[in-house]
């Protein structure tokens, strides 16, 4: 049994909380553990996206209130915190995993609130200025309701961001072994921000410099046959951190992107980067 005190803290804003193992599965949380760090790819990420952050709070506005829905074992949340200090409070973790938000507690700094939510029923209104939905609802068989409930959860003209995997071309084994359901293009954005009455504010491909060696190193596998333990082995062989001759140029290539990849749209990208607001 987990130790208690793990759940001090842990907060619910209603009681029909379960986390679906199907979207995301809780085994899942210790790989991400390890990646969020160090891992070329979610610093790349983090990179650009706290500069589309930077770009979109307006100067004067003061501290802002913001949560990481769907954010798993906080890497995003503590980049943030560590990055812009005092700029947003409170900053909250919401997951619909208990283990994820356990997992997270002793590496949030202090402050930071935790409640464990449904996507689906995340029962906010009127409550964030800022809400982040990272590599979250490529997941969910719902994505138009995810961000219709984002949405009611924003204050009136509050910031939803949200990346996802890009473009059906480059979907892969990996993105069965993720558990995705689909990838997007910026047209994607497009109609689900119009179905859940956000307006879109911009919308970018990322991760575009290293898209060639992406295609490439998912080329020529599958998992058709593959039984569920040799898939989650699998799963742990290619989601690591790459040796550090690899992964450092790795880093610094994906580095390059931001500001670039804001200066100039790229034309396509193994991610893509949407702005919403409400």
Not at 51 to 74: C, E, F, I, K, Q
Not at 87 to 97: G, N, V
Not at 180 to 192: I, T
């Amino acid at each position: 049994m987990h130790d208690l005190k793990q759940d001090a803290g842990i907060q619910r804003v209603n009681s029909s909380v379960r986390h679906r193992d199907v979207e995301y599965p809780e085994d899942g949380f210790a790989t991400l553990w390890a990646m969020q760090e160090r891992h070329f790819w979610y610093r790349g990420r983090h990179r650009f996206l706290l500069h589309a952050l930077d770009r979109y709070r307006l100067a004067d506005v003061g501290t802002l209130s913001a949560v990481d829905l769907g954010g798993g074992v906080g890497g995003w949340v503590r980049y943030l915190a560590d990055r812009r200090p005092g700029q947003y409070q409170p900053l909250a973790l919401a997951d619909s995993s208990r283990t994820a938000l356990r997992m997270a507690g002793p590496m949030l700094p202090a402050g930071v609130e935790r409640y464990q939510i449904d996507l689906m029923n995340l029962g906010w209104r009127d409550h964030w200025d800022v809400a982040f939905l990272l590599d979250v609802i490529e997941h969910l068989p719902d994505d138009r309701e995810a961000l219709r409930q984002a949405r009611a959860a924003l204050k009136p003209g509050g910031l939803l961001f949200v990346t996802t995997p890009a473009l059906q071309q480059f979907w892969s084994y990996n993105d069965e072994l993720a558990h995705h359901l689909r990838r997007y293009s910026r047209a994607d954005f497009a109609r689900l921000g119009e179905q859940a009455g956000l307006q879109l504010l911009d919308a970018r491909y990322f991760m575009f410099l290293l898209s060639p060696l992406y295609w490439l190193a998912r080329q020529g596998k599958g998992i058709e046959g593959m039984t569920e333990d040799e898939k989650m082995a699998l799963m742990h062989k290619t989601h690591q951190v790459p040796p550090a001759p690899l992964n450092l140029p790795l880093t610094a290539i994906f580095a390059a992107e931001t500001p670039l990849g804001h200066w100039l749209r790229f034309p396509w990208g193994t991610s893509v980067l949407g702005v919403f607001r409400r």
